[in-house]
């Protein structure tokens, strides 16, 4: 009787153990969303600077609607194009498991989405927490079509840190008196600089510093005590910034969706596509507060936007209002050109804890980055070639200056086998080697231009110095890698020495971004590893930089079985 007793006790728990087991998965799998959103690309009258022009948004909102989802979550856009320009929307730092074709870039993953037409992205978010954004990514409609993408923990999760009273997104901002398409294409027409922008903006809104602007300055509440949560984002199209509030501090815990150790400071430095998530204390008097952006300009003796934005943090206090009429606090900027603080910055950016970096490295990368000067071509006219002595402005990644398909994209061409489109003779390092950060002959600054990229094994260790070049000028290159996530593990100045500089590699706790701020006259150290199957373009995040060549694409092979290996294409997938 009692072996009968214990019998049927052990099948009782092993059928209650089977029940919890299926509940357990049951319930994970209804906690995961799936988030549905439409997207209507279209003109939409938008007034800044005393002027009204017709800007490309989406629904009619500058900036775009703000996405909120959840660490397993998945999303589904349905992007309608009723603009007159080609669109893409890339989902910049998401990456895109095996979802390539949902990854945006105009010709790399998809054709564009013609007027008219439209397309449905559908891709799963793993893994990653924090602050992200997306944007067009087609000529410089990003100018305007861009939002916040806010990926909180999943449930039952909570953050590393007291979870904050509120959230703010703060979208940083680059605004044209003009259609910005215009001036690129004006740009490429004279082959000179483009025209520089009028204004910057916070969350869509120029601030108090310009004309008829101050009726609509942002305002960001805050009350005496609380801990607040900004998500600062720079979706600026060619301007690194520098961002601050007049008496507060900042502590940093997040980047590019990754958390870090956290750490103090009164000012950031954000390079177009990154983004940093900052807690902010309600522990001033109450009051009211400019929160301000400025350029961090690197290259010399080329024009810049010197202007500043700003938006107000205000004190929801019941002595507020009394003083709230008082101009706000101004705070103090770093200058344009302080590199120190850019440095000193990047420098205190570490993991929360030991992280599994890449280790015997199967690709060793050595990528120069910078801009270039093409000859005017043979019977151009002058008007054609305004650069700098008649040329035409270039740049390239390896003396490769990139060229976009016209008629398919590189992720179709790999899958179908098209030939003809692209080569894959990426240069694992420079053709020449020259003294990068010297004064450079004259010989080495016309590229190649080409379609090249560079194959990688699935599942290969990978290692990229990238390495700022003289060539015209220095400057501080903000590099994207979309499809994913990299180590930073060593920056300095001057030519990257291998014997020298592997003393600097931070192997133990180094931040993980998607796009590095590569210093101005110097050079950083990434490594990932080559996980997710596709086609992924890497490239300058300054728009202007990337409309010249300054950009690259590689080239993962599938690894073995469904599970390693991209998915097939959606159906209604662009055609060109």
């Not at 990434?526 to 995040?541: E, S």
Request: aromatic letters at 10%.
């Amino acid at each position: 009787m009692e072996v009968i007793k214990s019998i049927f006790a052990d099948r009782h728990c092993s059928f209650f153990l089977v029940v919890l087991l299926l509940l357990a998965s049951t319930m994970s799998l209804a906690i995961a969303e799936i988030h549905h959103h439409d997207f209507v690309v279209q003109a939409t009258k938008v007034k800044r600077l005393c002027k009204t022009h017709n800007s490309i948004t989406v629904n009619g909102m500058f900036p775009g609607p703000t996405l909120e989802v959840k660490n397993g979550d998945t999303l589904v856009v349905k992007v309608v194009n009723k603009a007159r320009y080609n669109v893409t929307i890339h989902w910049h730092g998401i990456r895109q498991m095996r979802t390539g074709w949902a990854d945006g870039p105009e010709f790399v993953t998809q054709c564009p989405i013609r007027p008219g037409g439209s397309y449905t992205y559908r891709f799963n978010i793993e893994g990653q927490e924090g602050t992200l954004w997306w944007h067009a990514h087609s000529s410089w409609l990003r100018a305007t079509v861009y939002g916040a993408l806010i990926i909180h923990p999943r449930e039952g999760s909570s953050y590393p840190f007291t979870k904050p009273k509120r959230e703010t997104p703060i979208l940083l901002g680059e605004w044209w008196d003009a259609n910005p398409v215009d001036v690129v294409r004006e740009a490429t027409r004279t082959g000179a600089a483009p025209n520089i922008s009028d204004a910057y903006t916070i969350n869509g809104q120029p601030g108090d510093l310009y004309n008829c602007s101050s009726e609509d300055t942002t305002i960001v509440p805050i009350a005496s005590g609380e801990t607040n949560l900004l998500r600062v984002i720079n979706a600026a199209l060619n301007q690194p910034l520098f961002f601050t509030i007049a008496n507060h501090k900042f502590t940093v815990i997040g980047a590019d969706a990754s958390y870090l150790k956290p750490f103090t400071t009164s000012v950031i430095m954000l390079g177009p596509g990154q983004t940093t998530d900052v807690l902010i204390s309600g522990d001033q008097l109450p009051g009211r507060y400019y929160m301000a952006a400025r350029a961090y300009q690197s290259a010399q003796n080329a024009p810049f936007d010197n202007t500043t934005t700003t938006a107000i943090l205000e004190y929801k206090s019941a002595l507020c209002p009394a003083k709230c009429t008082t101009k706000p606090v101004m705070p103090r900027l770093p200058a344009y050109n302080d590199t120190a603080t850019v440095t000193a910055f990047s420098g205190s950016l570490r993991s929360p804890r030991k992280v599994e970096v890449p280790t015997d490295i199967d690709e060793n990368l050595f990528f120069t980055i910078g801009l270039g000067l093409n000859n005017c071509p043979k019977n151009s006219r002058a008007r054609r070639c305004q650069g700098p002595n008649g040329t035409r402005f270039t740049a390239s990644m390896n003396n490769v200056s990139f060229v976009f398909p016209s008629n398919i994209a590189l992720l179709q061409a790999y899958q179908q086998k098209v030939p003809g489109i692209y080569t894959t003779d990426f240069p694992a390092k420079p053709p020449v080697k020259f003294d990068y950060t010297g004064n450079v002959s004259r010989s080495l600054f016309q590229p190649v231009r080409g379609t090249k990229l560079y194959k990688l094994m699935y599942g290969s260790r990978v290692q990229i110095v990238l390495q700022d070049t003289s060539i015209v000028t220095p400057e501080n290159h903000p590099i994207h890698l979309h499809g994913y996530d990299f180590y930073i593990i060593a920056e300095g100045f001057g030519n990257f020495n291998p014997k020298t500089h592997k003393s600097k590699f931070n192997l133990v706790d180094p931040p993980m971004r998607n796009t590095v701020a590569v210093p101005s006259n110097g050079w950083a150290v990434i490594r990932f590893v080559a996980d997710n199957p596709g086609v992924w373009l890497m490239h300058c995040h300054l728009d202007v930089h990337i409309t010249w060549g300054l950009a690259m694409a590689f080239l993962v092979e599938d690894g073995i079985g469904e599970l390693q290996s991209v998915e097939p294409p959606p159906a209604d997938l662009p055609i060109c």
